[in-house]
């Protein structure tokens, strides 16, 4: 229960954090700039010039639909922090936006925007909950179609509400400024949630596995697998080392081989994730 409680009170201070990055992202460099994100932010800075309400108002507004829709697919439980997340997101915006923009340079307005958008939603879906607005909606996509990453969505629904700033605002400056903006938030996103995560995957096929592989592991402290091969043209049976590193130990598999047995042949891949010891929780939940 103490447990419990510890994790509810972090989670709550994770997200205030977040939510304070989050809109300062919005009121001190892209809404002052004319930029608008894209997501429900980005539709509530469009609306704030057609109507003069406040962007963070307009934001807590908007979400108030969607938030009903996340409580019929995801339960009390998750709304809780999520509006939590909202209202202090709505709170910060309206508070920060007294305040003059940080720049006025839209190109560096965008790329801190950018960065900062990314890192309180980032933060916010760390502790299951969301920022609400487009961050559900692509929750709910997320549970049909995993295989689709989140920054990636969150730039394919951006784009037409950058497109509409871009109309509104009478600027074609302005709409590609806001483009970047959602360019670098997606890349940024993906990389909070993700983190560098690529790997490499090498298949060394040699004369003598069993040394290359002795030296593998206690050199790199990196596991290694046998794998049973057999030559297509000798009929040779052979044993295949297969091993998955981090991209940096990389350069120093081939070393190994190269000193062990520079007649071996080896084919080193890309991998993007993995999942394991050492690696990403196969068990945890899909951000």
């Known amino acids: 229960m103490k447990k419990t409680w510890l994790r509810i009170i972090r ?23 004319n930029l608008a994100p894209g997501g429900v932010t980005g539709i509530s800075v ?5 109507s003069g309400i406040e962007t963070g108002t307009l934001y807590f507004l908007l979400n108030v639909p969607i938030v009903l829709l996340g409580i019929w697919k995801f339960g009390w439980r998750f709304i809780v922090k999520t509006a939590y997340a909202i209202a202090l997101t709505s709170f910060f915006t309206n508070l920060l936006s007294g305040h003059k923009a940080l720049t006025e340079d839209p190109l560096l307005a965008a790329l801190a925007g950018g960065v900062l958008i990314a890192c309180g939603i980032g933060l916010v879906f760390k502790t299951g909950a969301t920022t ?5 909606i692509i929750k709910i996509i997320r549970q049909k179609y ?5 920054g990636f969505l969150f730039q394919c629904t951006d784009m037409s509400i950058v497109a509409a700033s871009g109309f509104i605002f009478r600027d074609l400056n302005i709409a590609l400024y806001a483009l970047i903006a959602v360019l670098i938030s997606g890349r940024a996103l993906d990389y909070i949630l993700y983190g560098q995560d690529e790997a490499r995957m090498v298949y060394i096929i040699t004369g003598k596995p069993q040394e290359v592989g002795r030296k593998i592991l206690e050199s790199l402290e ?29 350069p120093r598999v081939e070393e190994i081989v190269k000193e062990e047995d ?3 042949f080896m084919i080193i891949t890309s991998a993007s994730e993995i999942y394991g010891e050492g690696y990403k929780d196969l068990f945890a939940e899909t951000l």
Not at 146 to 150: E, F, G, P, S, V
């Open 132 to 136: 609400g607005g487009m961050d559900i």
């Open 222 to 250: 990196a596991g290694i697998t046998y794998l049973h091969g057999k030559g297509g043209w000798t009929g040779q049976e052979k044993q295949v080392i297969f091993c998955v590193v981090r991209k940096q130990l990389a």
């Open 46 to 50: 469009i609306l704030n010039r057609l």
């Open 262 to 264: 520079p007649a071996a």
């Open 11 to 33: 989670d709550m201070v994770i997200i205030a954090f977040a939510a304070f990055i989050y809109a300062a992202g919005i009121s001190l460099f892209l809404d002052p700039n």
């Open 146 to 150: 995993k295989y689709l990453k989140t």
